[in-house]
């Protein structure tokens, strides 16, 4: 495993007895949630962001990651708030939103928050090109990033996340998709889903599909515009930090 990189690292902010455990998406870093969970720290919560297995290094370190990794990458972060915390909310983006889906599915928790989570995996007939892929990833070893859907250029260039990912980890994040999928009727706990109308990858009518797998009674969808997919470090993430903490403080008091 390569270094951390500079702004990559894992967080734990101590505070009271609600914790949060934040988690960044593919192929980002803990840094993608940090503000955010600076933010909640500020209003007194406990908060942990973990680093997912094989990010914030460097990229050859995915070709290693299989979608449990990042899972029990995920779990380790709840434990180490469990044993501080007496109510723990679950806030993700995108891959790190459906390990929260997945994660409120099978414990025991308060909430959860996310953010541009998808319900499928966003490639054009993924589920025939899946079979294939190790094959295929034998000749097209990376994928590069696309065009960007960034409206906060300054954010977009201090952001901490690979530029070019190993193409196999897309068959990890299908799977790890599929399993959320089956297992989303088991999640009661209340539940905000956040998309931006302006994502350039996850389209918002996967908010809908996720509403109506889940047993939550409690489901909202808030839906922004101004945003890119990066949710949480673009232009309107105080917008969102503000949602994320009037949630948290409406289920405790409640």
Not at 95 to 117: C, P
Not at 166 to 183: N, Q, T
Not at 193 to 216: C, F, K, N, R
């Amino acid at each position: 495993m390569n270094q951390i990189q500079p702004r990559a690292h894992p967080f734990l902010f101590r505070g009271n007895d609600t914790g949060c455990l934040l988690l960044h998406g593919l192929p980002g870093s803990p840094y993608e949630v940090r503000e955010m969970g600076e933010f909640l720290a500020e209003k007194g919560f406990s908060v942990c962001g973990p680093r997912l297995f094989g990010h914030g290094t460097h990229h050859d370190d995915l070709k290693r990651a299989k979608w449990w990794d990042w899972f029990n990458s995920a779990m380790d972060g709840y434990y180490q708030l469990s044993d501080i915390c007496s109510r723990i909310f679950l806030v993700g983006l995108s891959m790190g939103g459906a390990i929260s889906l997945l994660l409120g599915s099978r414990l025991a928790v308060d909430g959860v928050f996310v953010m541009a989570v998808p319900f499928t995996l966003p490639i054009k007939h993924a589920n025939r090109i899946r079979p294939f892929l190790p094959i295929i990833s034998q000749f097209w070893r990376y994928y590069d990033s696309g065009s960007s859907d960034w409206t906060d250029k300054e954010a977009e260039r201090t952001h901490s996340a690979y530029d070019r990912r190993p193409l196999r980890i897309y068959g990890e994040l299908y799977d790890l998709l599929g399993v959320m999928r089956e297992e989303l009727p088991n999640l009661s706990a209340p539940l905000r889903l956040i998309y931006s109308e302006d994502d350039g990858s996850i389209p918002t009518s996967d908010a809908q599909e996720i509403l109506d797998a889940v047993a939550s009674p409690d489901k909202e969808v808030f839906l922004i515009d101004g945003s890119g997919h990066n949710i949480p470090r673009d232009a309107k993430r105080d917008e969102v930090f503000h949602l994320a903490s009037r949630f948290v403080d409406k289920v405790i008091s409640t």
